[in-house]
């Protein structure tokens, strides 16, 4: 069975700094897709970016970055200059490329961005 | 851009009592899937859902909760009988399978329903 984990319950910055999320997953299959997902205090699921498995290249979305470590099983998230409205849960997610469709996610990291 | 869309966005019932939760799908989306949220925790799939059928269900996804696709744009899940653990957030959530080898695509999630069982 696939496990996302997220290690850091709760992280808090400063406007315009940067920061990284972390999140490490256990899978024995080698095709899958990695997300991150943001959870404004809307409660809404917001997909930030995602990383197919078999890409080298880290994704990117405007402020939003990944480091995608496929060995060692890591997909961090980095925001760039951190906004006021990046305060949100983030959630990591993986989902296998075939059979199973569910989405997995880790327990969520809590971000605070402070003005 | 089109996005998922859920019904009610709140629904507060008593324990017993069945509740159905509408989702609108986008539109040329062919997956539909519902998750929950307990507050606090992490977010849990409950059921996948194509070409009328359910394709997948976890655990949680006992007899007590039922999914169907009543006509061309709808998606519900139904609670015949509700306890005080169903109190969650619910997500419907959607997405398109590309080419002949299924390669996954992004599920994109609604707004949620707020389930409060009383």
């Known amino acids: 069975a696939q496990t996302v984990t997220q290690s850091q319950p709760e992280m808090s910055v400063q406007e315009a700094e940067t920061v990284t999320l972390s999140c490490t997953y256990d899978?024995?299959?080698?095709?899958?897709?990695l997300f991150w997902y943001k959870q404004p205090p809307s409660r809404q699921m917001i997909l930030v970016i995602r990383?197919?498995?078999?890409?080298?290249q880290n994704a990117t979305e405007n402020r939003f970055s990944v480091n995608f470590q496929k060995a060692a099983k890591s997909f961090s998230l980095k925001i760039s200059d951190s906004q006021l409205g990046d305060t949100a849960m983030y959630f990591c997610a993986f989902i296998l490329s075939q059979g199973a469709q569910k989405l997995v996610f880790g327990q969520g990291t809590r971000l605070t961005i402070n003005p | 851009e089109p996005e998922v869309t859920q019904t009610p966005s709140h629904q507060v019932t008593q324990m017993g009592q069945e509740v159905i939760l509408r989702c609108v799908p986008i539109s040329n989306h062919l997956y539909f899937y519902w998750y929950r949220q307990i507050l606090g925790q992490k977010v849990e799939f409950l059921v996948s859902?194509?070409?009328?059928?359910?394709?997948?269900k976890s655990e949680i996804f006992d007899d007590q909760f039922s999914v169907e696709r009543p006509d061309g744009s709808n998606f519900t899940l139904k609670i015949r009988s509700t306890k005080l653990e169903d109190s969650a957030m619910y997500f419907c959530?959607?997405?398109?399978?590309?080419?002949?080898?299924?390669?996954?695509?992004?599920?994109?999630f609604g707004p949620g329903t707020r389930l409060t069982v009383l």
């Open positions: 859902f194509y070409n009328n059928e359910i394709s997948e």
């Open positions: 959530a959607s997405s398109v399978r590309q080419g002949s080898n299924f390669i996954t695509d992004t599920q994109y």
């Open positions: 990383q197919e498995a078999y890409k080298q």
């Open positions: 899978t024995s299959e080698s095709n899958y897709y």
